[in-house]
Structure formats: structure tokens, C-alpha cells
């Protein structure tokens, strides 16, 4: 069994910074990429950064140049630092991982979700 565990979300100012982590246990045998994505309230989820196994990043245009998304592949553990926060990045935040399981099962795993809230 596999599961994610984000951690470090929370309420901040608008300019403020949050960095948030995302650490997979159980019976992985290999994590390909791992992203977060996030949904705000009456909206889609959308991908806002993804890495890969190597390290090969990509951003949603509304983040780039604030967020900055890190893995840690010895701990299994996805970060993303988000600096310069806007009201519009208030989100439920999700980390995702596709990764393999020790039973050679490759599939698409999510975590709980962590609440960012942007407000004075």
C-alpha cells in the first residue's frame, strides 16, 4: 500500500511564502514524476508544477517565477516553495506521484490535499 502525506499549508498574507512537502511511503519500487495541482472552490484542478526522476520541471504560466517545485529522491519527498503568494493561488493543494509499486503496478497515486489560503 502506498500513501502521500503533504504537510505545510496554512493561512498567509498576500506577498507571503509557504513551502510545501509531500513525502510518499509503503511499497514503492520507483517514483517517476511527482507534481502538485491545485482546486479552488467551483474550479478544475489544474497542474501547477511537475518534476521529473531527473529533475525536469515544468510550471503553470500564473507560477512561474514564484513557485519552484524540488524532490528529494532519497526520502521519496516532493516540495514546492511558493513565494510571492497572490489571493488567487487560495487553493486546496494536491501532490500526485506515478510510481511503481513492489507488486510491478504503475498507476497515478494522490495525497489528502493541504489547504493555502491568501487573504489580509
Known amino acids: 500500500q502506498v500513501q502521500l502525506v503533504e504537510s505545510g499549508g496554512g493561512l498567509v498574507q498576500p506577498g507571503g511564502s509557504l513551502r510545501l512537502s509531500c513525502a510518499a511511503s509503503?511499497?514503492?519500487?520507483?517514483?517517476?514524476?511527482m507534481g502538485w495541482y491545485r482546486q479552488a472552490p467551483g474550479k478544475q484542478r489544474e497542474l501547477v508544477a511537475v518534476?521529473?526522476?531527473?529533475?525536469?520541471?515544468n510550471y503553470v504560466d500564473s507560477v512561474k517565477g514564484r513557485f519552484t517545485i524540488s524532490r528529494d529522491n532519497a526520502k521519496n519527498t516532493v516540495y514546492l516553495q511558493m513565494n510571492s503568494l497572490k489571493p488567487e493561488d487560495t487553493a486546496v493543494y494536491y501532490c500526485?506521484?506515478?510510481?511503481?509499486?513492489?507488486?510491478?503496478?504503475?498507476?497515478?497515486?494522490w495525497g489528502q490535499g493541504t489547504q493555502v489560503t491568501v487573504s489580509s
Open positions: 509503503g511499497s514503492i519500487f520507483a517514483i517517476y514524476a
Open positions: 518534476i521529473s526522476s531527473v529533475g525536469s520541471t
Open positions: 500526485n506521484a506515478d510510481l511503481k509499486t513492489m507488486d510491478w503496478i504503475r498507476d497515478d497515486y
